[in-house]
């Protein structure tokens, strides 16, 4: 029997702040789920699409053919080891295994380091 496919913006979040270490918090400005201060997932598109780091394009490929109806990428993700997830359709134990393997892959990464704040120019100074 196949799974029910949809899963709620709620039952994502729960998801992914479940898993060790996962924070919401800010990537590029926009709300996200970090680990370690890395960018794991993020909704776009009015929370109906979730954003979820892979380690090779070559992980999205597969599930693309495998559920081409939940995963799919955009232009601007076309170079960058990421897939979309259309929350109505995917399955809430693949959704589970996607995020549970983007969770390993980020988790295995080196924390990410701060950010130096901005030096200010001598210039406007008084």
Avoid: C
């Amino acid at each position: 029997m196949a799974a029910t496919r949809g899963v709620s913006v709620l039952a994502a979040r729960r998801l992914l702040l479940a898993l060790q270490n996962v924070v919401e918090g800010r990537s590029y400005g926009m709300p996200s789920f970090l680990l370690h201060g890395r960018f794991l997932a993020r909704f776009r598109d009015d929370d109906t699409v979730l954003v979820v780091q892979l380690a090779t394009i070559g992980e999205r490929e597969v599930l693309m053919e495998l559920d081409p109806r939940s995963f799919f990428f955009t232009e601007h993700y076309r170079n960058y080891p990421a897939v979309l997830v259309r929350l109505a359709e995917v399955a809430l134990p693949l959704l589970t295994d996607v995020v549970t393997e983007s969770w390993r892959h980020v988790s295995a990464l080196p924390p990410k380091r701060p950010r130096k704040p901005a030096k200010r120019s001598a210039k406007g100074r008084r």
